[in-house]
C-alpha cells in the first residue's frame, strides 16, 4: 500500500507536468533522440552527439562529444517504451499522445528501489524499522521528483543501483560462511552483483566508487574467505562490464574511445571551502526527508552516545551515506545531485535502525508516540505540498 501510495504521487506529478506543458524537457529531448538513433542503428547514445557543439544542454557534460557523465544505459532506458509504438507515431506533432511513456521505466525503477530499501531495512531493523524506512521514503518529495523525472535528471536508476551493489555484496559476503561450494553456490548473486554495478556505473560513471567499497564490504565481513570474496567480486566485475559493453552494442571502438572520455572521477575539493555550499547540501537532504530535520540529530546522537546502537547493521549505511553526502559536495555538477540523491536511501535505513533500537528499550511507548505523530505530520506535508504543485 505503501509503494502504491509512492506510484500515485509520482504519477500525479508527471500528470501535472505534461498537463502544463506541451514541450518536451530539453534535456529529455536529448535522451530520447539519442536513444531512438541507437535503437535504430544510426549511432552510439552520446558517443559522440552529433552536432555535439550546437543545440545541447548545458548540463550535458561532454568531451569531444561524447557524454562524459553517463553511458548509454539512461537513453536507451528512457526510449525502450516508445518501442511500442509505430514509428510513424513518435513524432513531435503527436507528442501529447507518447510522451508519459518514457516516465514509465523510471517510475518503475522508484517503484522498486522502495521495495529494495523496505527488503534491506527489514532485515537488518525488523518490522518497525522496515516500515519506518518505506514510509519516510514513499513521502519523501526528492525520491517522488526523482522517479517522476519531473525538472531533474534521472538519478533515480543510479540511486537504485548503488543501493543495490552496496548491500548485495555484504549479502553475497555472509553466504560465504555456509559450508557449499563458494563460486557454484553463488552464481545468482554473482549475476545480481554484477547487474546492480553495472546499473550504477552505467547510470553514471562516478558511481565506480561503488565497485571498490562492495570489495571492502566483502572482505571485512567475511575475513576468514577473503580469497573466495574477492573471486566473487572479480566475477561480478566481469559480468558488469559485459552488461556495460552491451549498452554500446558491443561496439570495441567506440567503447574504448568513450572510457577513455569518461568521467569518473571529476572532484573537485575547491567546493569544501565554500560556506554556501554546506548550506545547499543541508538543504538539499531536508528537502530530501524534511522528518530529517528531527530525526538525523537524533539519530547521530543516539549512535554517539549509546554503544548498543554501534553495530553494524547501523554503521555501514551511515559510512556509505557519509561518503556519498562528500562526493556530492565534491562533485559541482550533475553528478553531486546523484551522489546526494543516492545517500538519501542510506540515511533512512540508518535512522530507522536507530529508532528501532530506541523502541526496544523501557522508553518504547515515547519513542513510538513521537515517531507516529512525526510521520503523521511528515504525510501531510508531503500530500498537501504535492496538492499546490499545478498552481506552481
Partial sequence: MLLLFFLAQALWLVHSELKSSTELNPNEQVRLAAGWRQ?????????????????????VSQAQGFDAEHSPLLALVTVAPLLAEPQSLVNPDSAPYWRWLPRLPFLAFGVFLGASLWYVSRRLCGNHGGFLALTLYCFSPSMIQAAAVWHTEPEILAAWGSFGAIFTAIA???????????????????????????????????????????LAFMLYVAPIRRAAAFTIWLAACVVALAILFATYFFSAQIFFQA???????????????????????????????????????????????????????????LLIAALFIVLGMAHPRVAGAGFLLASIPFLLIFVSGVIADLMETTSRPLVTACTWALLGAYIVWSLESLAQVPQG
Avoid: K
Fill in 172 to 214: 553475497v559476503a555472509h553466504t560465504l560462511y555456509a559450508p557449499r561450494e563458494v563460486i557454484l553456490w553463488n552464481w545468482r548473486r554473482i549475476v545480481l552483483l554484477g547487474i546492480s554495478l553495472a546499473i550504477a556505473v552505467g547510470s553514471q560513471f562516478s558511481l565506480i566508487i561503488v565497485v571498490p567499497v562492495a
Fill in 39 to 59: 535503437m535504430h542503428g544510426n549511432g552510439i547514445a552520446g558517443a559522440p552527439y552529433p552536432d555535439s557543439s550546437q543545440a545541447l544542454p548545458s548540463e
Fill in 259 to 317: 572510457m577513455h572520455r569518461a568521467s569518473f572521477w571529476g572532484a573537485t575539493w575547491r567546493s569544501f571551502t565554500v560556506l554556501a555550499v554546506y548550506r545547499a547540501v543541508g538543504l538539499q537532504i531536508l528537502r530530501a526527508c524534511p522528518a530529517f530535520a528531527l530525526l538525523l540529530p537524533a539519530a547521530i546522537a543516539t549512535y554517539a552516545l549509546w554503544p548498543r546502537a554501534r553495530y553494524f547493521g547501523n554503521s555501514a549505511p
